[in-house]
């Protein structure tokens, strides 16, 4: 299996965008994305998806050449329309209207719109949080779960991510799916030749399954139960009703190249902690240490920035088999 610097996994992705019908800095953003989930250990966010990006660049599904345009209806309001292109340079655009925004505004949105697959949502709100700024993301995604005591898909997994900033460290994140599991990870254990865990998901006719298969046909299961659907709903609110987005229900799959663009939408609010004059900062470090203190406790995220440092240091190895699908990409 090969092993790849995080450099040469860049340039691998850039070099397979671009021969498919998306330009350089659009598949630069898109590498930048993947490549960083990959060396946090979220294979489903990863470079598993080069190829079927490429795949729907190379059809249009996703606009490779797309270019997202940026307004400020309101001084704290930025609109983002991502015009059916990857998510990811709709979503540095969005970060850098919002850190000019809070500068001014002390707080300020970024609805994003007709986008797509947006990876590992702790990404944007962990970068505004290394500017010193606390951030929310909220996420629609395509149709895979059903309302509770219901059988057909309505809402996506629609993933919630919170980042702050801690004193002398590295930002607090969080990034959590509504379904028990990320779809990226059914996605990820079909590649892989294996079967799912139980209780992660329910095949076509509402029976639980371990076929990935038969899962990514079927609906995922949400996490929390009935309080897991609520939260999905309050999500498809944010990031696709008040964004101007599709819901899940109209979205498209972002795991094939087939039908329209998935036209999905993404929430993101930052705001400047210090602004409310109460030593924000230092009472986020006061919470942290409270819980670090107790044996056996840990924050979210450490295991994530452990294998970072390691990928840095120790490179990226992809299975043969991916390595053969992105070069024929």
């Known amino acids: 299996m090969p092993t790849l610097t995080l450099l040469q996994a860049e ?31 979220l294979k489903g966010h990863g470079l598993s998806r080069v190829p079927m990006y490429a795949a729907q660049a190379k059809v249009r599904k996703v606009d490779g050449l797309a270019l997202p345009l940026v307004t400020r209806p309101r001084p704290g309001l930025i609109a983002v329309d991502a015009g059916y292109g990857f998510a ?10 919002l850190r000019n ?9 970024a609805a994003i719109k007709r986008s797509s697959h947006a990876g590992a949502a702790s990404q944007p709100v ?64 079909k590649q892989r030749g294996e079967r799912l865990p139980p209780g992660w998901a329910l095949d076509e006719k509402g029976q639980p399954t371990s076929d990935p298969d038969a899962a990514l046909r079927g609906t995922m299961l949400p996490m929390g139960d009935a309080k897991g659907i609520a939260l999905a709903l309050m999500v498809e609110l944010l990031a696709a009703g008040l964004a101007g987005a599709n819901y899940a229900a109209e979205a498209s799959s972002y795991l094939d190249a087939e039908g329209a663009p998935s036209g999905t939408g993404q929430l993101l609010i930052a705001f400047d902690p210090s602004g409310f004059g109460n030593h924000a900062l230092g009472r986020f470090g006061v919470l ?13 995220g450490e295991r994530r920035l452990a294998l970072r440092a390691k990928a840095k240091v120790e490179g990226l190895t992809i299975s043969d088999k991916l390595m053969e699908e992105i070069e024929a990409a």
Request: charged share 15%; net charge positive; aromatic share 4%.
């Open 11 to 41: 340039g691998l992705v850039v070099r397979t965008l671009t021969r498919n019908r998306t330009n350089v800095d659009n598949a630069r953003s898109v590498a930048r994305a993947l490549v960083g989930a990959e060396a946090d250990g």
């Open 88 to 97: 990811f340079p709709a979503l540095e655009a969005a970060e850098d209207a």
């Open 101 to 109: 925004a809070v500068k001014t505004q002390g707080v300020a949105a």
């Open 126 to 189: 962990e970068r505004l949080a290394q500017q010193g700024l606390v951030a929310l993301m909220f996420v629609n995604t395509p149709a895979a779960m059903a309302p509770w005591g219901g059988s057909k898909a309505v809402f996506g997994t629609n993933p919630i991510a919170f980042a702050c900033p801690l004193p002398g460290r590295p930002p607090l994140v969080i990034d959590l799916s509504l379904s028990k599991v990320a779809r990226g990870n059914v996605m990820a254990a």
């Open 288 to 300: 942290a240490v409270a819980i670090e203190s107790q044996q056996g406790a840990r924050l979210p």
